[in-house]
């Protein structure tokens, strides 16, 4: 009785705390990301802490980290023409792949996560209007899924999906519904998450293994560990209205392979892999089975998980230390290598070192590898934006390692457990609204607990209906 008598105590102590302190998770459009469960991992998703680790390693100031994410977001956003990636048409804009002049699902979601994240509204929508009108399928086979390759003109060129884009796609739309109070990005991102599982032939994660297929058709026995999110995957499954107990094995699932994919000595990953973990050899890329393009993402998905959740934290300082030791011996000088680390070629690039530097939030706590996080850390601070030609994929892998390292990845949430105690009211519904009934997010009474799904207000609090 005594434990629990303490166990509630400090349970209401820590509520207080967060309430007291709940103002300072908000941003100045009523968008929340901090605390909203109690649970024994240390992530930012329990914390609300996003502390950047080039303040708290390198001694930057929040002036001098602000300036460098201006200055990206000015360089691939708004720079000249042999600078910037996002092309403006008007009513829609597109994210170019300045390597092959055409515009991809990958690209189009990294745009539109970088641009929530930064909270640049009106290019998110004008990405978000191309992507809806030229590559989402609505209907069919694909429906739910988005071409991987149009022209600059629309023109869908290729109507399979690379599923890392819809990863991003519904991730970016989630944190877009919450941040901005949008919830018509909530029904877009619904509707996809929905039609990711088809049970059966068709849906983006095995139905058996539950890990991200390669494709959804034709190439759905095997899969590509860069597209393993685990993060995202994790609050799929709390956000879902749909296949909450799929997305919940996923998540597990997601963990599991990534870990599994990671070399046991050099910490390296294949850009495609059995489900396994084992590299995956394929007929159309004599490379798919060696550490190339792809595999560089893992590095920023499993160190992003770590700070995000830390769910697998000892499995991931692990991944992180092979990782780190290997490119140390190499002393940063090689891109491409087999999955053994042997037969090294072409030049350390700018997305890979953004990468590897937010891999090592996974060894902020090492005493042994201070100087190697420093090291990277520095590496990925001092890189300068890219220009011509082949801009596109690196330049854009290394500004979204450059948001989780600058503390600007922010898991956006639709409410926190004090909404109804303290800290900005954005849907109209205050405390004198205790009365069980349920109000929209406007602030509109329900006559009726709600037919349709979404996000209401009830008793001051807000809920999902189902």
Same mark, same amino acid.
């Given at each position: 009785?005594?434990?629990?008598?303490?166990?509630?105590?400090?349970?209401?102590?820590?509520?207080?705390?967060?309430?007291?302190?709940?103002?300072?998770?908000?941003?100045?459009?009523?968008?929340?990301?901090? %605390?909203?469960?109690? !649970?024994?991992?240390?992530?930012?998703?329990?914390?609300?802490?996003?502390?950047?680790?080039? $303040?708290?390693?390198?001694?930057?100031?929040?002036?001098?980290?602000?300036?460098?994410?201006?200055?990206?977001?000015?360089?691939?956003?708004? &720079?000249?023409?042999?600078?910037?990636?996002?092309?403006?048409?008007?009513?829609?804009?597109?994210?170019?792949?300045?390597?092959?002049?055409?515009?991809?699902?990958?690209?189009?979601?990294?745009?539109?996560?970088?641009?929530?994240?930064?909270?640049?509204?009106?290019?998110?929508?004008?990405?978000?209007?191309?992507?809806?009108? +030229?590559?989402?399928?609505?209907?069919?086979?694909?429906?739910?899924?988005?071409?991987?390759?149009?022209?600059?003109?629309?023109?869908?060129?290729?109507?399979?999906?690379?599923?890392?884009?819809?990863?991003?796609?519904?991730?970016?739309?989630?944190?877009?519904?919450?941040?901005?109070?949008?919830?018509?990005?909530?029904?877009?991102?619904?509707?996809?998450?929905?039609?990711?599982?088809?049970?059966?032939?068709?849906?983006?994660?095995?139905?058996?293994?539950?890990?991200?297929?390669?494709? %959804?058709?034709?190439?759905?026995?095997?899969?590509?560990?860069?597209?393993?999110?685990?993060?995202?995957?994790?609050?799929?499954?709390?956000?879902?209205?749909?296949? !909450?107990?799929?997305?919940?094995?996923?998540?597990?699932?997601?963990?599991? +392979?990534?870990? $599994?994919?990671?070399?046991?000595?050099?910490?390296?990953?294949?850009?495609?892999?059995?489900?396994?973990?084992?590299? @995956?050899?394929?007929?159309?890329?004599?490379?798919?089975?060696?550490?190339?393009?792809?595999?560089?993402?893992?590095?920023?998905?499993?160190?992003?998980?770590?700070?995000?959740?830390?769910?697998?934290?000892?499995?991931?300082?692990?991944?992180?230390?092979?990782?780190?030791?290997?490119?140390?011996?190499?002393?940063?000088?090689?891109?491409?290598?087999?999955?053994?680390?042997?037969?090294?070629?072409?030049?350390?690039?700018?997305?890979?070192?953004?990468?590897?530097?937010?891999?090592?939030?996974?060894?902020?706590?090492?005493?042994?590898?201070?100087?190697?996080?420093?090291?990277?850390?520095?590496?990925?601070?001092?890189?300068?934006?890219?220009?011509?030609?082949?801009?596109?994929?690196?330049?854009?892998? +290394?500004?979204?390692?450059?948001? +989780?390292?600058? &503390?600007?990845? @922010?898991?956006?949430?639709?409410?926190?457990?004090?909404?109804?105690?303290?800290?900005?009211?954005?849907? &109209?519904?205050?405390?004198?609204?205790?009365?069980?009934?349920?109000?929209?997010?406007?602030?509109?009474?329900?006559?009726?607990? %709600?037919?349709?799904?979404?996000?209401?207000?009830?008793?001051?609090?807000?809920?999902?209906?189902?």
């Amino acid at each position: 009785m005594i434990k629990l008598r303490k166990k509630i105590l400090t349970m209401i102590l820590a509520l207080a705390t967060i309430a007291a302190s709940a103002k300072d998770f908000y941003d100045e459009n009523g968008g929340y990301y901090g %605390p909203e469960e109690f !649970q024994d991992f240390g992530g930012a998703y329990y914390t609300g802490d996003y502390t950047s680790p080039f $303040k708290t390693c390198l001694g930057k100031t929040d002036e001098e980290i602000q300036a460098k994410l201006d200055q990206l977001w000015d360089h691939y956003f708004k &720079g000249a023409s042999n600078a910037k990636v996002y092309f403006d048409r008007g009513y829609e804009a597109y994210i170019l792949d300045t390597g092959n002049n055409d515009v991809r699902s990958e690209g189009m979601s990294y745009g539109m996560m970088i641009a929530v994240q930064t909270n640049h509204k009106t290019e998110f929508d004008k990405l978000w209007a191309f992507a809806k009108n +030229h590559m989402w399928h609505k209907s069919g086979q694909w429906d739910g899924y988005f071409a991987w390759l149009c022209g600059t003109d629309g023109y869908m060129r290729d109507q399979n999906c690379a599923p890392d884009a819809e990863m991003y796609f519904m991730m970016s739309l989630l944190f877009a519904a919450n941040r901005w109070h949008d919830y018509r990005y909530m029904d877009d991102a619904q509707y996809i998450l929905e039609k990711c599982w088809k049970n059966g032939n068709g849906s983006l994660f095995s139905e058996s293994h539950k890990i991200i297929c390669f494709q %959804p058709y034709n190439c759905s026995d095997f899969t590509d560990p860069s597209y393993d999110l685990p993060a995202f995957v994790d609050l799929f499954s709390r956000w879902s209205y749909t296949n !909450q107990d799929k997305w919940m094995m996923a998540t597990y699932a997601t963990r599991n +392979h990534l870990y $599994k994919s990671s070399h046991s000595r050099t910490g390296l990953f294949a850009d495609y892999s059995e489900f396994n973990g084992q590299p @995956k050899s394929t007929s159309y890329n004599t490379n798919s089975h060696k550490y190339m393009y792809d595999a560089m993402r893992c590095a920023m998905n499993f160190g992003m998980d770590y700070y995000l959740f830390g769910a697998d934290a000892e499995r991931q300082e692990v991944m992180a230390k092979r990782l780190i030791d290997f490119f140390e011996e190499d002393d940063y000088k090689h891109a491409r290598f087999n999955w053994d680390g042997s037969s090294p070629s072409e030049s350390y690039t700018v997305g890979e070192t953004g990468a590897n530097a937010v891999a090592c939030y996974c060894l902020l706590n090492n005493p042994d590898y201070k100087d190697a996080v420093k090291r990277n850390l520095e590496m990925a601070w001092n890189v300068k934006p890219l220009t011509g030609q082949y801009r596109y994929y690196d330049g854009l892998v +290394h500004y979204l390692s450059m948001l +989780h390292l600058c &503390g600007a990845f @922010k898991i956006w949430k639709s409410g926190s457990m004090t909404d109804s105690l303290t800290g900005p009211t954005t849907t &109209g519904v205050t405390d004198k609204n205790v009365d069980n009934a349920w109000y929209a997010l406007d602030g509109m009474k329900q006559n009726c607990k %709600p037919s349709k799904k979404g996000i209401y207000v009830k008793n001051g609090k807000k809920v999902i209906a189902q």
